[in-house]
């Protein structure tokens, strides 16, 4: 009777931890290098896209966001710095939505290739 118990504990402990770690796995990243979401709607559309395609934030997808605005305004050489850390956490995926944002991506992306 207590070797019932304890099965019936551990089946109740593993299980949530098994299906944490499954989900784990299944989520992929997404690095956004863009405008923030004051700047006009891009991040609230890309969110919405990526929602009617079945990608909900914080379930199966993770997005790391850098905003390009401060960079933009007086602060250029953040950018590149902005690119190098996108590049750094290996994401899926990276959006990139200005050229001045993309070019140090692509070229920060080039040297991080594994």
């Given at each position: 009777?207590?070797?019932?118990?304890f099965l019936v504990l551990l089946a109740l402990v593993?299980?949530?931890?098994?299906?944490?770690?499954?989900?784990?796995?299944?989520?992929?990243?997404?690095?956004?290098?863009?405008?923030?979401?004051?700047?006009?709607?891009?991040?609230?559309?890309?969110?919405?896209?990526?929602?009617?395609?079945?990608?909900?934030?914080?379930?199966?997808?993770?997005?790391?966001?850098?905003?390009?605005?401060?960079?933009?305004?007086?602060?250029?050489?953040?950018?590149?710095?902005?690119?190098?850390?996108?590049?750094?956490?290996?994401?899926?995926?990276?959006?990139?939505?200005?050229?001045?944002?993309?070019?140090?991506?692509?070229?920060?992306?080039?040297?991080?290739?594994?």
């Open positions: 009777m207590i070797a019932v118990r593993a299980a949530p931890l098994a299906a944490e770690a499954q989900q784990t796995r299944n989520v992929r990243t997404i690095g956004f290098l863009g405008p923030p979401p004051s700047a006009g709607g891009l991040v609230q559309g890309f969110q919405q896209g990526l929602r009617e395609l079945g990608y909900i934030e914080g379930q199966n997808i993770r997005i790391e966001y850098r905003y390009t605005d401060v960079a933009l305004r007086g602060h250029p050489e953040l950018s590149p710095q902005f690119a190098t850390e996108l590049v750094q956490l290996k994401p899926d995926v990276l959006v990139v939505s200005v050229t001045e944002a993309a070019l140090p991506a692509k070229k920060r992306r080039a040297r991080f290739r594994s």
